[in-house]
């Protein structure tokens, strides 16, 4: 249980969640298969072994199962042809844009009956101590999937994008100008620069020494960066991007051998994995915020 790519919401202070109350609300529900001609099917489902909810040190872990259909333009591309060949052929006329539309949209209903459904699940993870939501996903479609669903199950766990004092781009910027991480923070060898005018011109920099005045020439003439390869306490590697999510996550081995040593089977190891990446996500992110000037309280 190790997350990999985040984004961080705000929790309002006065949320009253439990892990009872969470799995409640969950189990209404549920994720279901998708029927009929059903293209897709969002619930909930377990996080771990037969458990919508799993908790621990007040931190709460859910996930949202998405089924879909999978049906290629392709081959539905393909049936219409072949039925509009057999219409011309039999009718003697040629078959107009609005009839071929029509002939589409009747296969793509016979066909998603029979259509192959993928299961994909995307974790979330309440931290009620430090009051925060957090998404492992890689792409903003797949949280705002999970916030849609959560805030349709849950009518008062009111949450926010988390915005700090300085913006990620300016502060990354100064510190790669300034050859200065952060307290607690190096920077690794990875970087996005991108131009502020129209042509919003990028430079990427991959496994590559960013020491050099060559990356000082491109910020001297106006790039900024839009995503910095860090490592943070020699614990946890990343990547910030400007949007303030953190991508690419990877536990060292020195946190990672911890629950190695300790679990004896496979479910005291999901419990011992759980707790330490809370544990070590939750103290990166007061470093981090601190980093970026402190949280903007009253950002909308």
Known sequence: MWFKNIFIFRLSADNSITPEKLNEKLALK???ACSGLDKQSRGWVPCHSDKLVHSANKQILLALGVEQKLLP???INRFAKERIADIEAQQGYKVGRKEAKEIKEAITEELLPRAFALQRTTYAWLDTVNGYLIIDAASSAK??????????TLDDLPFKPLHTQISPVAAMTDWLAGNNAPAGFTIDRELELRATGESKATIRYANHALEGDEILKHIATGKRVTRLGMTWND???FVLTEQ???????????IKEKSTALADNADEMFELDF???TGELAKMFTDLIEALGGEMVNSN
């Open 30 to 32: 549920p994720l279901l």
């Open 73 to 75: 333009a392709t081959i």
């Open 143 to 152: 949280t705002e999937e999970l916030l849609e669903l959560l805030n349709k």
């Open 235 to 237: 614990r946890i590697s």
């Open 244 to 254: 303030m999510q953190i991508k690419r996550l990877e536990f060292l081995d020195i």
């Open 275 to 277: 707790t330490l990446m």
